[in-house]
T-cell receptor, first 110, second 114 residues
Framework: DAKTTQPNSMESNEEEPVHLPCNHSTISGTDYIHWYRQLPSQGPEYVIHGLTSNVNNRMASLAIAEDRKSSTLILHRATLRDAAVYYCILRDRNDYKLSFGAGTTVTVRA | DAGVTQSPTHLIKTRGQHVTLRCSPISGHKSVSWYQQVLGQGPQFIFQYYEKEERGRGNFPDRFSARQFPNYSSELNVNALLLGDSALYLC?????????????FGPGTRLTVL
């Protein structure tokens, strides 16, 4: 499994942007970058995924470096509900499972 | 529409016993995956089933087994329980197993082994 590296924790103030980095220096050309998050006492939920181009959806934006060795999940205006563990996951074309690491614990201050 | 449902919510067993956990996928989803999440760690993949056949297995002992039924619901069985099996067991469903599919997770079953 391709590996990702994320900071253990990050803090943010409510209504401010949050930038969550993920390093994946061994990424292959066909690996997709997925982000899931897990709110307290819940199962993980899908956030966003991308291959090469930056992606936007109603939850977040995903900025992918030109060399694809790193990416950043952007929460544009953090709310208290965004406090969760965020997981950056690589999936190749033969990988139907999700390989979770330790993730980044995001704390949002009111 | 109902999301992924799991039963029971909580379960307490003693070492050596057997446990069966159940999962109902989102309507229309034909793929079910099982994950184990030990406290303080990310979920670890156990099994994936699609159209009633095992499509993937994680690094878990043979005490763990699963199956998928014609209505696409699934069971996870664990025999000869060990203290280390205490964890949150998560079920996820998707339309079909692809490397870009979105997996929808249930709330999990909290298993405590005493």
């Amino acid at each position: 499994d391709a590996k990702t590296t994320q900071p253990n924790s990050m803090e943010s103030n409510e209504e401010e942007p949050v930038h969550l980095p993920c390093n994946h220096s061994t990424i292959s050309g066909t690996d997709y970058i997925h982000w899931y998050r897990q709110l307290p006492s819940q199962g993980p939920e899908y956030v966003i995924h991308g291959l090469t181009s930056n992606v936007n959806n109603r939850m977040a934006s995903l900025a992918i470096a030109e060399d694809r060795k790193s990416s950043t999940l952007i929460l544009h205006r953090a709310t208290l509900r965004d406090a969760a563990v965020y997981y950056c996951i690589l999936r190749d074309r033969n990988d139907y499972k999700l390989s979770f690491g330790a993730g980044t614990t995001v704390t949002v201050r009111a | 529409d109902a999301g992924v449902t799991q039963s029971p919510t909580h379960l307490i067993k003693t070492r050596g016993q057997h446990v069966t956990l159940r999962c109902s996928p989102i309507s229309g989803h034909k793929s079910v995956s099982w994950y184990q999440q030990v406290l303080g760690q990310g979920p670890q993949f156990i099994f994936q089933y699609y159209e009633k056949e095992e499509r993937g297995r994680g690094n878990f002992p043979d005490r763990f087994s699963a199956r998928q039924f014609p209505n696409y619901s699934s069971e996870l069985n664990v025999n000869a329980l060990l203290l280390g099996d205490s964890a949150l067991y998560l079920c996820a469903s998707s339309l079909a197993p692809t490397f870009t599919d979105t997996q929808y997770f249930g709330p999990g079953t909290r298993l405590t082994v005493l």
